[in-house]
Nanobody
């Protein structure tokens, strides 16, 4: 069982930045996928960004939703048991509960599909005021 703990949420004004962090209780596996999702009240859970680590192939691939591309990044220097999300140029539309998700192995399924992940954190709230 892998436990995920998010931190770094908070309140910020539009145009500001925040950095979220997700720490896994154990190294998920040699190959794994980790992702950030967010869910605003009354809306479905949305995939924000993901990182696929393929140790055997030596590949690390990141994905971003169109709504955050160019503003959010997953730093590549994270330790194997952590995944950060650097968010900049935040707007009120980014207000949501942000969740970390992980899966042992790369698995199948689209990177932004919640069903493709086995482990979830409790979430951290991000509130952006205009």
């Amino acid at each position: 069982q892998v436990q995920l703990v998010e931190s770094g949420g908070g309140s910020v004004q539009a145009g500001g930045s925040l950095r979220l962090s997700c720490k896994a209780s154990a190294y998920t596996s040699a190959n794994n996928r980790m992702a950030w999702f967010r869910q605003a009240p009354g809306k479905e859970r949305e995939g924000v960004a993901a990182v696929f680590t393929d140790i055997h192939a030596g590949n690390i691939t990141t994905y971003y939703s169109d709504s955050v591309k160019g503003r959010f990044t997953i730093p590549r220097d994270n330790a194997k048991t952590t995944m950060d999300l650097q968010m900049s140029s935040l707007g009120p539309e980014d207000t949501a509960m942000y969740y970390c998700a992980a899966r042992r192995g790369l698995g199948l399924g689209l990177w932004y599909a919640p069903a493709a992940y086995d482990y979830w954190g409790q979430g951290t709230q991000v509130t952006v005021s205009s």
